[in-house]
Structure formats: C-alpha cells, structure tokens
C-alpha cells in the first residue's frame, strides 16, 4: 500500500521534454528487438547499481530486494 502512494504521488516529468526537430541523428536505429526471458530482466536488475536519485519512483534497491 506504501508503495502505491510513493508511485502515485512521484511527478511524471517525461511529458515535459520535447525533442528538437532540428537536430540529425547520426546512429544506428533500433528496428528489431529480440524477446528477453524473466531470467535475464532479473539478471540485468540483480547486476545493476544501487543508484537512485529523488525523482526514481522505485528506487533500486528496493526493486532488488522485490525483483523474485
């Protein structure tokens, strides 16, 4: 229940970044993604640091210890 309200009142700050028309992008595009199993998106979350900042509305340490 904690969490939901943590969640719920973290502010969604995506929807305030634009991206500029003006600027060429010079890299490879992503086109095909290949499926991931649970195995590896655990394996990617237990390998990743305990970083988080104020504005994270999980931080990783706790998706860690939640991630099974």
Request: glycine share 2%.
């Amino acid at each position: 229940m904690i969490m939901n309200k943590i969640i719920s009142d973290t502010p969604n700050t995506t929807r305030n970044i634009s991206m500029d028309a003006n600027i060429m992008f010079n890299g490879n595009m992503l086109e095909i993604f290949r499926p991931t199993s649970e195995v590896e998106v655990k394996e990617i979350i237990v390998k990743s640091p305990n970083k988080s900042c104020d504005l994270d509305p999980l931080p990783s340490w706790l998706l860690k210890k939640c991630v099974d």
